[in-house]
């Protein structure tokens, strides 16, 4: 079944964006001054902060990114970045709100000024943006990726840049328009509409399942051996989900695992989501605009149990994605491995697996067998759009720019994808003595190799995949769905758009170049800086689609935030906690992580990154104590009250926040070893 957009789906589509913008818009209509266009005038009630914290996380990010490491080898073990996301958000409450809602900031790098002094805010807040041109980017890309994916199926083409275009204009209008009370607004709607729309895609991949005759599984997390299985007749869906996957419902993944080892859950783990839901500034920005200390925690104790939610409704259907669709998602990857089958052909004219053939005919693509790879090369780009048969063994590529590939001397050819060895046997064979030799004669040469990457699926379609193939048509359920999906980017991208300019201009514009700048001019250039940032997304989303990068864009999201959160959760943890901590050790603490981060990820690149970013957190805290034994404050810091809010602590939020707790510990041990062996 493919996926059809007809009049009604049309019309629920365009009725769901106009009514996020119109809402978002009208809400926030009155913003005048910097704390009403920034702070959303700190009056959110707890029931929008707790929607717009899910909504301004979940995005495509992990419709796109998390339900494709899940279709990977990590199967549910990605679940760890919500469920533990639920514990984090809990501790954020109760140890974290209390100080910053005193200090009376607009921005976390405002806090540090508060804390150590002026340079550590700088620090903080250049470093923070320079992350949030690749968030930015890479959050657009994520659902331009989907939304070409979806009109390919369609018989479509959508280049990346349109895609890009279309969501950057949407977010940029309700947020430019009203700032946080506008992307609070329009998420309301957005985060309600993303938890139906994944339970409805997840019930009917469920549906789906369970009226397949086969299906992909994967045998073995360690090698990520795949196999293709016939199912059993009049079984039920949920029956067929647990013998195809029961390998992949493990939360804890060999230490060597090189997306989520066990060893990161103990430490590395915690310091992205620490980082993430208590020091990031798009996230923080709505507890910051809480009416009273209780109406935040209470905001964020129900966000905490909706993340609880959000692995059902993403993780599992990206699993299934792969039972069914796994041959989809290995022709998905031709586009991305033809560039690179060229340069191998090139690096090695030897090879008996690649050849390169003019005017392919379709005949011969349906035909070719499996296990030898041919370029198939056509003189222009209707010629490739012409041939409807699809190999993932033959990949269509332009003549001309075969012949304009070249390949750098000592050049690796590898594959970062678990199941490469599983499904292209031979090559993967062939490549070994391949590498072998040239890491030899790199070695004789005293040069330095390079690296290409193959895919054997392009798991970021999973969800694509779902979305296509199994929603009904004709009902409207596919508008609504795909609606629910672009509201998840635009909602996290709106939510980055407002948080770098609130940085730039609160940050940057109003404490060095205009101190005195009113609250007029505060609030417009706000509104430029959006612009500004929503050009540099559009204009950087197209590139991240580049598989040397990264065969997921989650991974890439993740990792990148590495340079900062590890220096960031130590010098906020170190200075709350140690309040003789000197000024100075804020700024040597974020710089170690920023340099210390980079140059582990040169010199030690098989160390994964949150085992990276745990050695950086420890070193970052290490360095601080030095420092503040050698010459600690004369007085402990006090923290001054500078907000005239209410902040006296929630009750019935904290007592829902332990059950919280105790449920997440629940969830790990029914998904543990010892709870898939009963």
């Given at each position: 079944?493919?996926?059809?957009?007809?009049?009604?789906?049309?019309?629920?589509?365009?009725?769901?964006?106009?009514?996020?913008?119109?809402?978002?818009?009208?809400?926030?209509?009155?913003?005048?001054?910097?704390?009403?266009?920034?702070?959303?005038?700190?009056?959110?009630?707890?029931?929008?902060?707790?929607?717009?914290?899910?909504?301004?996380?979940?995005?495509?990010?992990?419709?796109?990114?998390?339900s494709?490491?899940?279709?990977?080898?990590?199967?549910?073990?990605?679940?760890?970045?919500?469920?533990?996301?639920?514990?984090?958000?809990?501790?954020?409450?109760?140890?974290?709100?209390?100080?910053?809602?005193?200090?009376?900031?607009?921005?976390?790098?405002?806090?540090?000024?508060?804390?150590?002094?002026?340079?550590?805010?700088?620090?903080?807040?250049?470093?923070?943006?320079?992350?949030?041109?690749?968030?930015?980017?890479?959050?657009?890309?994520?659902?331009?990726?989907?939304?070409?994916?979806?009109?390919?199926?369609m018989?479509?083409?959508?280049?990346?840049?349109?895609?890009?275009?279309?969501?950057?204009?949407?977010?940029?209008?309700?947020?430019?328009?009203?700032?946080?009370?506008?992307?609070t607004?329009?998420?309301?709607?957005?985060?309600?509409?993303?938890?139906?729309?994944?339970?409805?895609?997840m019930?009917?991949s469920?549906?789906?399942?369970?009226?397949?005759?086969?299906?992909?599984?994967?045998?073995?997390?360690?090698?990520?051996?795949?196999?293709?299985?016939?199912?059993?007749?009049?079984a039920?869906?949920?029956?067929?989900?647990w013998?195809?996957?029961?390998v992949?419902?493990?939360?804890?993944?060999?230490?060597?695992?090189?997306?989520?080892?066990?060893?990161?859950?103990?430490?590395?783990?915690?310091?992205?989501?620490?980082?993430?839901?208590?020091?990031?500034?798009?996230?923080?920005?709505?507890?910051?605009?809480?009416?009273?200390?209780?109406?935040?925690?209470?905001g964020?104790?129900?966000?905490?149990?909706?993340?609880?939610?959000?692995p059902?409704?993403?993780?599992?259907?990206?699993?299934?994605?792969?039972?069914?669709?796994?041959?989809?998602?290995?022709?998905?990857?031709?586009?991305?491995?033809?560039?690179?089958?060229a340069?191998?052909?090139?690096?090695?004219?030897?090879?008996?697996?690649?050849?390169?053939?003019?005017?392919?005919?379709?005949d011969?693509?349906?035909?070719?067998?499996?296990?030898?790879?041919?370029?198939?090369?056509?003189?222009?780009?209707?010629?490739?759009?012409?041939v409807?048969?699809?190999?993932?063994?033959?990949?269509?590529?332009l003549?001309e720019?075969?012949?304009?590939?070249?390949?750098?001397?000592?050049?690796?050819?590898?594959?970062?994808?678990?199941?490469?060895?599983?499904v292209?046997?031979?090559?993967?064979?062939?490549?070994?003595?391949?590498?072998?030799?040239?890491?030899?004669?790199?070695?004789?040469?005293?040069?330095?190799?390079?690296?290409?990457?193959?895919?054997?699926?392009?798991?970021?379609?999973?969800?694509?995949?779902?979305?296509?193939?199994?929603?009904?048509?004709?009902?409207?359920?596919?508008?609504?769905?795909?609606?629910?999906?672009?509201?998840?980017v635009?909602?996290?991208?709106?939510?980055?758009?407002?948080?770098?300019?609130?940085?730039?201009?609160?940050?940057?514009?109003?404490?060095?170049?205009?101190?005195?700048?009113?609250?007029?001019?505060?609030?417009?250039?706000?509104?430029?800086?959006?612009?500004?940032?929503?050009?540099?997304?559009v204009?950087?989303?197209?590139?991240?689609g580049?598989?040397?990068?990264?065969?997921?864009?989650?991974?890439?999201?993740?990792?990148?935030?590495?340079?900062?959160?590890?220096?960031?959760?130590?010098?906020?943890v170190?200075?709350?906690?140690?309040?003789?901590?000197?000024?100075?050790?804020?700024?040597?603490?974020?710089?170690?992580?920023?340099?210390?981060?980079?140059?582990?990820?040169?010199?030690?690149?098989?160390?994964?990154?949150?085992?990276?970013?745990?050695?950086?957190?420890?070193?970052?805290?290490?360095?601080?104590?030095?420092?503040?034994?050698?010459?600690p404050?004369?007085?402990?810091?006090?923290?001054?009250?500078?907000?005239?809010?209410?902040?006296?602590?929630?009750?019935?939020?904290?007592?829902?926040?332990?059950?919280?707790?105790?449920?997440?510990?629940?969830?790990?041990?029914?998904?543990?070893?010892?709870?898939?062996?009963?």
């Amino acid at each position: 079944m493919a996926m059809q957009f007809n009049a009604l789906d049309i019309a629920v589509f365009v009725g769901f964006i106009v009514a996020v913008v119109s809402v978002g818009i009208f809400k926030s209509r009155h913003e005048k001054t910097s704390e009403d266009y920034f702070l959303a005038g700190r009056g959110l009630s707890w029931w929008l902060i707790g929607f717009s914290l899910i909504a301004a996380n979940i995005s495509t990010e992990q419709f796109v990114g998390m339900s494709g490491n899940a279709a990977s080898h990590v199967g549910l073990a990605i679940a760890s970045y919500e469920w533990m996301a639920a514990v984090t958000l809990v501790v954020v409450g109760f140890a974290f709100l209390p100080y910053f809602l005193r200090a009376g900031i607009y921005t976390m790098p405002e806090f540090l000024e508060y804390r150590y002094n002026g340079t550590a805010r700088n620090i903080m807040a250049i470093a923070t943006l320079f992350i949030y041109m690749l968030l930015l980017g890479s959050v657009t890309y994520s659902g331009a990726l989907t939304i070409r994916t979806l009109a390919a199926q369609m018989g479509h083409n959508v280049p990346l840049a349109m895609g890009s275009l279309v969501i950057g204009i949407i977010a940029m209008c309700y947020v430019a328009a009203g700032g946080l009370k506008a992307c609070t607004w329009a998420d309301l709607i957005q985060g309600s509409a993303l938890i139906l729309g994944g339970a409805v895609i997840m019930i009917y991949s469920f549906l789906r399942l369970g009226q397949a005759d086969e299906a992909a599984r994967i045998v073995d997390v360690t090698t990520g051996a795949v196999a293709i299985e016939a199912l059993k007749p009049g079984a039920g869906a949920v029956e067929r989900f647990w013998e195809l996957n029961r390998v992949r419902m493990n939360m804890f993944l060999p230490k060597t695992d090189p997306v989520l080892p066990c060893t990161a859950l103990i430490l590395g783990l915690w310091i992205p989501n620490f980082y993430y839901w208590g020091l990031n500034q798009y996230i923080t920005q709505r507890t910051l605009g809480s009416s009273s200390l209780s109406q935040g925690q209470r905001g964020i104790v129900f966000a905490a149990f909706l993340k609880l939610l959000i692995p059902f409704v993403i993780v599992i259907p990206g699993i299934i994605a792969f039972n069914l669709f796994a041959g989809n998602m290995q022709e998905e990857s031709v586009k991305d491995n033809a560039a690179v089958f060229a340069k191998y052909l090139k690096a090695n004219a030897g090879t008996q697996l690649v050849v390169a053939r003019e005017n392919v005919s379709e005949d011969e693509i349906a035909a070719w067998s499996a296990g030898k790879f041919a370029i198939a090369l056509y003189g222009d780009e209707a010629a490739i759009k012409a041939v409807k048969v699809r190999n993932p063994f033959v990949l269509p590529m332009l003549k001309e720019d075969f012949d304009k590939v070249s390949v750098k001397p000592h050049t690796l050819f590898k594959s970062d994808d678990k199941a490469w060895t599983s499904v292209m046997p031979a090559l993967a064979a062939e490549l070994e003595v391949f590498n072998g030799g040239v890491e030899q004669a790199a070695k004789a040469a005293g040069a330095k190799t390079a690296t290409e990457k193959f895919i054997a699926y392009k798991y970021d379609t999973a969800m694509a995949q779902l979305l296509g193939k199994v929603l009904p048509n004709g009902v409207g359920l596919v508008g609504f769905v795909l609606a629910a999906l672009l509201g998840a980017v635009v909602s996290s991208l709106a939510a980055m758009l407002n948080a770098a300019s609130t940085i730039f201009t609160m940050d940057i514009y109003k404490k060095y170049i205009s101190p005195d700048a009113a609250q007029k001019t505060v609030v417009f250039l706000g509104r430029v800086c959006v612009v500004v940032f929503t050009g540099i997304a559009v204009a950087l989303a197209p590139q991240l689609g580049n598989p040397k990068i990264s065969n997921s864009i989650f991974t890439i999201i993740q990792e990148s935030q590495g340079f900062i959160s590890p220096g960031i959760l130590a010098v906020f943890v170190f200075g709350l906690v140690v309040r003789r901590a000197p000024a100075v050790s804020g700024v040597v603490g974020l710089l170690c992580s920023i340099f210390g981060y980079g140059l582990l990820k040169v010199a030690v690149p098989r160390i994964q990154f949150l085992n990276r970013m745990a050695i950086c957190f420890v070193a970052c805290l290490a360095v601080m104590a030095l420092i503040t034994m050698a010459k600690p404050l004369a007085q402990p810091i006090v923290f001054q009250q500078k907000t005239t809010l209410e902040l006296k602590t929630s009750r019935g939020a904290l007592y829902a926040g332990v059950a919280v707790v105790v449920a997440t510990l629940i969830l790990y041990v029914l998904f543990s070893p010892i709870g898939l062996a009963k």
